[in-house]
């Protein structure tokens, strides 16, 4: 087998670029195409490493951890240790990320790219078969692609997971423990009271309450003539408009007291002018929430002695 290591290395050298500009999306560090280019071609160079009579060192693990450092702080540069192991723990993430679509993907399409010492090199045969390089051709941008989305699709999870909250509420003799998911868009209010609405999933909690009210607001607001039950567990109907347009009511209780731990149990605070609206339809697809909390119940927060 032929190895042409100029070839091996500026297929190195467009892979070394592809990390750190991930690392850098990842990281959302603004970096300038010298400063990734300068990485790149540092990482590039520890192929020749492992090509010279220094390659056994060049291998060893603690070689590669103080490399993988000299890498990252030619690129992205040292403002302080933990930015700088930030960086350096986020270049692991994403090599070894993107490194497994790149391997999946050869192993999928059976291309002729080979791991030789640690580097991705190719079954030369002149300068490669049009087999190999069409995959470094399209390998690349697809796997960058992906990796790309996966990354953004992480920092949205951790977005909506920080928006997601212990909830504790008591109504009528009923405790219940919820997470809340925080919805900017929720803007229902009580137009007599002005009180801001949360609003619960009640095809999960429908039978942590009597099945009286159930049966009631389940029906919505339809062919009702007996309010016993509205006057029993002190509701009320809250108007709102639909996506399409139309106009609907939402039976709404009113509880004894809503907590709301927005950081654990350190910052929990008490809401009492607030209305819990009944939904009976899923609220998250995924379940990963059973009540939307109104922006409006962290305006006037006042600390709770949990």
């Known amino acids: 087998m032929t190895l042409y290591l100029d070839v091996i290395w500026l297929l190195n050298f467009l892979v070394d670029w592809m990390l750190l500009a991930l690392t850098a999306l990842a990281l959302k560090r603004g970096v300038t195409k010298k400063r990734l280019a300068g990485g790149a071609f540092i990482a590039s160079l520890y192929l020749f490493l492992l090509f010279s009579p220094a390659a056994h060192i060049a291998a060893s693990p603690l070689f590669k951890i103080v490399y993988s450092a000299v890498i990252v702080w030619s690129t992205f540069g040292f403002k302080g240790f933990k930015p700088f192991c930030k960086a350096w723990m986020m270049f692991y993430f994403v090599s070894f990320m993107t490194g497994g679509g790149l391997i999946a993907a050869h192993a999928f399409f059976s291309t002729e790219i080979l791991i030789i010492n640690d580097t991705f090199a190719t079954r030369?045969?002149?300068?490669?078969?049009?087999?190999?390089?069409?995959?470094?051709?399209?390998?690349?941008?697809?796997?960058?692609?992906?990796?790309?989305?996966?990354?953004?699709?992480?920092?949205?999870?951790?977005?909506?997971?920080?928006?997601?909250?212990?909830?504790?509420?008591?109504?009528?003799?009923?405790?219940?423990?919820l997470k809340g998911f925080v919805d900017s868009g929720n803007q229902l209010k009580d137009p007599i009271s002005s009180r801001p609405v949360m609003i619960i999933d009640m095809t999960k909690l429908k039978d942590s309450f009597p099945d009286e009210l159930v049966q009631f607001t389940e029906k919505g607001t339809e062919s009702i003539t007996d309010f016993r039950s509205a006057e029993e567990y002190a509701m009320t109907l809250v108007p709102y408009r639909t996506v399409a347009g139309g106009h609907q009511f939402l039976w709404c209780l009113k509880p004894d007291l809503v907590t709301v731990f927005p950081d654990g149990e350190k910052e929990a605070f008490d809401c009492t002018r607030v209305l819990i609206g009944l939904s009976y339809s899923p609220l998250s697809s995924l379940g990963d929430y059973e009540c939307i909390l109104h922006p409006g119940m962290f305006q006037e927060r006042k600390q709770s002695p949990a």
């Open 124 to 177: 030369l045969n002149g300068f490669g078969s049009p087999a190999s390089w069409l995959f470094v051709v399209l390998g690349f941008p697809a796997v960058w692609y992906f990796s790309r989305k996966s990354i953004g699709g992480i920092e949205t999870a951790k977005i909506r997971f920080d928006q997601i909250m212990k909830v504790r509420i008591r109504t009528r003799g009923i405790d219940l423990e």
